[in-house]
């Protein structure tokens, strides 16, 4: 159950983060640093729009990947 609780504050602070990755939001592990977001651009030749963001947490090493497209401008 404590894991379930766990995946479900990961994936809402992802949610959140994928939309506004500048927004503050405590590690849901360790609750003692900010959530830190790095994008990486994808190495696709088919999808040029493809990235990976990863947000984590330097304290605790906590993470999570979201695979995601930008935007079209």
Known sequence: MKNKKMNEKWKEAGILLANDPKIKIPCPVCRS?????????????????????????????????????????
Do not use: A, P
């Open 33 to 73: 640093k900010q959530l830190e977001v790095i994008d990486i651009d994808g190495e696709s030749v088919t999808d040029v729009n493809l990235f990976e963001r990863v947000i984590f947490c330097s304290n605790c090493n906590g993470r999570i990947y979201l695979r995601m497209h930008h935007k079209n401008e």
